[in-house]
């Protein structure tokens, strides 16, 4: 028997959606890792002239500036709350209200008070009228809910007519070659982590997660499986050595969800009824060009500076059409 199947009939794993499977259980959901929300900005970053790479792409890519925006799963407020101070009103909605209450601390600790952070359960309707935003930005979320295709459907209807919807989404061709299956452990505090499994299947543009809780420290799960992080692959993960493990099993959770291709991701929008899709390129990717190109002693050296280079870039590079999947970004409007 197959290590998936086993999980599913002998631990008899729980099927839930995204939210439930991690995104619940996350005090931060990006590691703490977001410069500005996180981290004091940092301009000898790479990762920090990115950010705002990102920032501007969204902003400009939905006409944002000065406007009512709708971020779409926001995580820890990634990216409503850079663009915030650029925008009149952002409403961030999430599926999980964990991630609600995160977002809404970290909106109160910066001080930014034009973003509300508002619970919507996964599958059911956006508690928004037709036609409420002049943008939507959705970035790695689109493809977590529980229908990707009837998301955007909702998106389509609450975005105002000629209104642009800005994706980042996930390619899961990147994980061709070796990574269609893979292990991951995610430490949950002290005594506590989760082995977590993916099954992606990128030929039917489906991904199965299994989650496996154990009561026992991520260090610990390491020693007990006779391993290092290093060496804990899918293919090491056999049936014998987790049963082994059973004694110290909390739950064992299953989640699967459809993944469009960006291929799919393409097509969806117009078949809703959006009248323009295209992929272009990302304000990310070039900021990060951006940084590497000019030598180190010429980086500005403050948020201002680095700002003054990556706008007017972005702002270019995020309404030039690339070939599909170049950068996972793509626009469509209504
Ligand atoms: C991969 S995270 C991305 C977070 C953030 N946008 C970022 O890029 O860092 C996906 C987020 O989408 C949220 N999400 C998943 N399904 C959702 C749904 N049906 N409605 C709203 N948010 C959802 C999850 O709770 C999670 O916070």
Not at 8 to 14: R, V
Not at 40 to 53: A, I, V, Y
Not at 73 to 84: M, Q, T
Not at 239 to 246: C, F, P, T
Request: aromatic share 8%.
């Amino acid at each position: 028997m197959d290590v998936l199947q086993w999980i599913e009939e002998a631990l008899d794993a729980k099927t839930c959606n995204s939210e439930d499977f991690i995104y619940e259980d996350m005090d931060s959901q990006s590691g703490r890792s977001l410069p500005i929300v996180y981290q004091e900005f940092d301009s000898r970053r790479k990762g920090h002239w990115q950010d705002r790479g990102s920032l501007f792409d969204f902003l400009f890519s939905v006409r944002g500036e000065n406007n009512k925006l709708l971020d779409f799963g926001p995580g820890d407020g990634w990216p409503s709350l850079i663009v915030a101070p650029f925008a009149a009103e952002i409403i961030g909605i999430e599926g999980s209200e964990k991630r609600v209450a995160v977002c809404s601390e970290n909106a109160t600790r910066l001080g930014v008070a034009n973003v509300e952070y508002v619970f919507a359960r996964p599958g059911t309707p956006l508690p928004f009228g037709d036609d409420t935003f002049d943008g939507i930005m959705a970035s790695s979320s689109v493809e977590q809910t529980p229908d990707p295709q009837a998301t955007l459907a909702e998106l389509f209807r609450v975005l105002r007519p000629a209104g642009r919807l800005r994706i980042n989404y996930e390619s899961l061709s990147g994980y061709r070659n070796g990574h269609e299956r893979d292990a991951f452990l995610w430490g949950m505090g002290a005594d506590r982590c989760r082995l977590i499994l993916y099954d992606r299947d990128i030929e039917h543009e489906c991904v199965r997660q299994y989650g496996l809780t154990y009561a026992v420290s991520q260090k610990n799960l390491v020693k007990l499986l006779d391993a290092s992080e290093r060496s804990l692959t899918f293919d090491s993960l056999t049936i014998q050595r987790l049963e082994a493990l059973s004694y110290r099993l909390l739950d064992a959770r299953v989640c699967r969800t459809t993944h469009p291709s960006g291929q799919t991701l393409a097509t969806w929008p117009l078949d809703i009824g959006f009248s323009e899709v295209y992929p272009t390129h990302s304000g990310s990717t070039s900021a990060g060009m951006l940084f590497d190109s000019i030598p180190k002693k010429r980086h500005p050296s403050d948020l201002q500076g680095v700002d003054e280079l990556v706008r007017p870039l972005a702002e270019v590079v995020c309404a030039l059409a690339s070939p599909l999947d170049t950068d996972p970004m793509l626009t469509a409007v209504k």
